[in-house]
């Protein structure tokens, strides 16, 4: 069956860098893979979704990629800002669910 | 604000007794889902319907747990007969799509806790 999977050790990086979070499904490409920001207490906030057929996504600070030969999605945050600091979630979607990964917290330091 | 609201946000039950969570989702999606999620977890899907009809039950659903959505608006969610491990997180989230999954929005969650 499908598995997705992210790196469960946080990311800590300092102000200012790029912060790049790694997701990895193990079969078939999804229809999509998504990612969501989520703060503690709170229910996941969707960030950017990219198509089976798409290479990279942009928007603002926030860039994804879609590799099928590696079976990745990477995540990037430029210039990264205290605010930035959460747990971000993966996910992959087809015609019916969507499947979450462990998620990544990221913090991001002065 | 017209965003996707749970009611209650917080409840503490003894072992045994059941419990009911309602979601109101965004009034024009026609998809809505049930996600639960625990600590260090990410949500983890439960069931989904599409306008009044429940079209998937994940299989760790057991047969405690029921889910209606009568009139394709709002939707609710049981738990018969409480049991510790039933403490989580549980997320409702709505969609517009007719294909593909695609983005959905979260409400901002009820959190169970089971005594």
């Known amino acids: 069956s499908q598995k997705i999977e992210q790196n469960s050790e946080a990311l800590n990086i300092q102000e200012g860098k790029t912060a790049t979070l790694t997701c990895n499904y193990t079969?078939?490409?999804?229809?999509?893979l998504q990612w969501y920001r989520q703060d503690p207490g709170r229910g996941p906030v969707f960030l950017l979704l990219?198509?089976?057929?798409?290479k990279e996504k942009r928007k603002e600070r926030l860039k994804v990629t879609f590799d099928t030969t590696l079976k990745q999605s990477l995540f990037h945050i430029t210039a990264s800002q205290p605010a930035d600091s959460a747990t971000y979630l993966c996910?992959?979607?087809?015609?019916?669910?969507?499947?979450f990964g462990k998620g990544t917290m990221l913090l991001v330091s002065p | 604000d017209t965003g996707v609201s749970q009611d209650p946000r917080h409840k503490i039950t003894k072992r045994g007794q059941n419990v009911t969570f309602r979601c109101d989702p965004i009034?024009?999606?026609?998809?809505l889902y049930w996600y639960r999620q625990t600590l260090g977890q990410g949500p983890e899907f439960l069931t989904y319907f599409q306008n009044e009809a429940q079209l998937e039950k994940s299989r760790l659903l057991s047969d405690r747990f029921s889910a209606e959505r009568p009139k394709g608006s709002f939707s609710t969610l049981e738990i018969q007969r409480t049991e510790q491990g039933d403490s989580a997180m549980y997320l409702c989230?709505?969609?517009?799509?007719?294909?593909?999954?695609?983005?959905?929005?979260f409400g901002p969650g009820t959190r169970l806790t089971v005594t």
């Open positions: 989230a709505s969609n517009p799509t007719q294909g593909a999954v695609g983005e959905q929005y």
């Open positions: 079969n078939y490409s999804p229809a999509y």
């Open positions: 996910g992959y979607s087809g015609y019916s669910t969507l499947t």
């Open positions: 009034s024009e999606h026609n998809r």
């Open positions: 990219i198509r089976e057929n798409e």
